[in-house]
């Protein structure tokens, strides 16, 4: 299925006239279709000068030569209505709102092989900061290798340091997704331009941004809601207390979906919003795939073991055996009714436990008694 | 108030005849008092074998001369009834079930000035693994040290790692006290021979185990339950899966007490007890001493500010300002009427908020129109 020429025309002039995020006009395309909405528009009058000069631009504006010129450079715009809107999620269709910004995207721009609705199914957003540690990057891209492995996609923003890291890890092992503040033909940040290329031909690049457009604070914060809405979930790994990752936190609350957070050394700055996170905001505390694949994937499908300590060697003991070892003294050797006393069992069953336990290891004899053995003291 | 002569003589030699954390026999001796529960002992005849020779070691046992000794040592064995016993905390007088243990100790034998009473107002549990990275130690040492300087007595087990830098940073602010799992006037380990007289001088030593004992793992495993029966709540800082610590954070649970782990490196094997205590155990994530306090000082008295992150420039800003501020391009110069249109303000307005930031160094003019300015980079 394909949303009609006329509709898609109106959602990329609309794109290219308004900034994303604003909810209100989201709103209004939802109820009244974009066609209607831009003849609106080509319609107000701007007499006090207190509005933006839409009509104005909007007359300079051939959105179908625009949809034209993207084709040619490999860019799609996809939209609702579209076999490849990923309507299977509804994060998309309503992101909730966060400092006064939300909305459904009135499309996302998409270069790459990968289709947003096959993203979208199990997609799992791994972010972070731009100023991480050598131990955060290291996580990031084994976890992200990790969930790209199990079939998962991973998204991010395509910025220096966690972002960078996920995108990296994810492609070693299966696929992922950038999701740019600016126009899907710019490389933000330049020094990227290789990961970029290598994400347009082996992933996709996504944006709500027609091309060309330059990244703007206020167009990082709403681009952060995309990698929200298209994700099953978000881990944040290494983030300030203010920063886009922790914005990106509260976009996947609002989303109703899981947020996770990596804990790392408290004394380290770039994981006190990690920490933050798991304190006041929800965030489960995760340290593997594994603990994300359990909180992600569907009921049932995927049951973790709680890891246990290594087995130990006094796992083999009878429970007697194990009373009388728990008796034995560290250091100075104790005689026979003293442990017998200690352990609350009669000698005869102390003297075989004993010959047992020296045997493998656990106990030590000397003239004076028995005391803990070199195995006994190692568990 | 002090408890009778008689009631202290009988739980000495209880305390020196049988091992601590037997439930049934707490309970028995909180039921019917411990001289009758001696006299039931004494009368007892032992024709199978199967039991401990607790009759005939009672015969050999004097228990006042016994008392006198510790005394000459400066050793106190406080029992219920006694003014020092802890009894505002009720903690000490159930201490639940952790692996079939449990029950409230028969009496505290202590060495050291301060009273075990003034200890359980306001005392806090730092436990952890003995093979601590210098990261654990360093954490332990400091938020003991906050601790203690706010009033509160650090209790913790006198091992290595965690435990002995517990002690010390406690001990560089304030009050401390050592619960061990042998004899309070032995130095377990030897190494901490001066770390252990330096609390007998200034806090206190305490055990369940009368003078001369040595320790068993099973006494360290009961020895725990006091740790967390004397503190008002137990912070976890590295601990392997299975260990003492976690054990501590069990009878911690046990107790209906607040339990706390401090996160690490999820790199850090160190770590992944104090993790798995936060992932499924109900233990709540602190990351520094004022954290402890928020979670363990009396309602109301103390609440704690969120960190946020520093005031930024930003903050300095107007509503308009920031809206233009958002909407400058970070490389490429925007002119006046795509400013104009991205802020969604009219021109004279982006006009006269851009000179307050070109001022103040947010943007930076240049022929072909605006772009973020060094400060606008930084924040």
Request: net charge negative; glycine share 12%; hydrophobic share 40%.
């Amino acid at each position: 299925m394909t949303a009609s020429a006329e509709e898609r025309e109106a959602r990329a002039a609309l794109s290219r006239l308004t900034e994303p995020g604003r909810r209100n006009l989201a709103q209004a395309v939802a109820q009244h279709g974009a066609v209607l909405v831009l003849e609106e528009i080509r319609s107000e009058s701007d007499v006090l000068g207190n509005r933006s000069d839409l009509a104005d631009r909007l007359r300079g504006l051939d959105a179908r030569a625009e949809l034209d010129r993207a084709a040619e450079q490999g860019i799609r715009f996809v939209i609702p209505g579209d076999d490849e809107w990923p309507s299977a999620v509804d994060g998309l269709n309503d992101c909730g709102q966060v400092d006064g910004s939300g909305g459904a995207p009135l499309g996302l721009w998409a270069r790459g092989p990968l289709r947003l609705d096959e993203v979208a199914i199990q997609a799992v957003a791994v972010v972070g900061s731009r100023s991480a540690t050598t131990y955060g990057t290291t996580v990031a891209g084994d976890l992200s290798a990790r969930m790209a492995h199990e079939g998962w996609t991973v998204v991010s923003g395509g910025a220096f340091g966690i972002d960078q890291a996920a995108h990296r890890g994810a492609l070693a092992e299966g696929r992922t997704a950038v999701v740019l503040a600016c126009g899907v033909d710019r490389a933000y940040p330049i020094a990227h331009q290789r990961l970029l290329g290598f994400v347009a031909e082996h992933g996709v690049i996504v944006s709500e941004l027609p091309p060309g457009c330059t990244v703007t604070r206020g167009r990082f914060l709403t681009r952060n809601r995309v990698i929200a809405a298209l994700s099953s979930g978000t881990v944040v790994i290494e983030a300030a207390l203010r920063s886009g990752a922790i914005n990106t936190a509260s976009w996947t609350n609002e989303l109703g979906r899981p947020l996770m957070a990596v804990p790392g050394p408290v004394t380290s700055a770039a994981s006190a919003g990690a920490h933050q996170l798991i304190r006041n905001r929800g965030a489960v505390l995760v340290t593997r795939g594994e603990e994300v694949l359990e909180l992600l994937a569907p009921m049932g499908s995927r049951t973790l073991d709680e890891p246990r300590g290594a087995e130990s060697p006094r796992d083999w003991l009878d429970p007697i055996e194990k009373r009388v070892l728990d008796a034995l003294p560290v250091r100075r050797p104790a005689g026979l009714a003293s442990l017998a006393s200690t352990a609350g069992l009669a000698r005869p069953r102390v003297r075989r436990s004993l010959a047992v336990l020296e045997e493998a290891g656990f106990a030590e004899a000397s003239e004076d008694g028995w005391r803990l053995g070199p195995l006994g003291r190692s568990t």
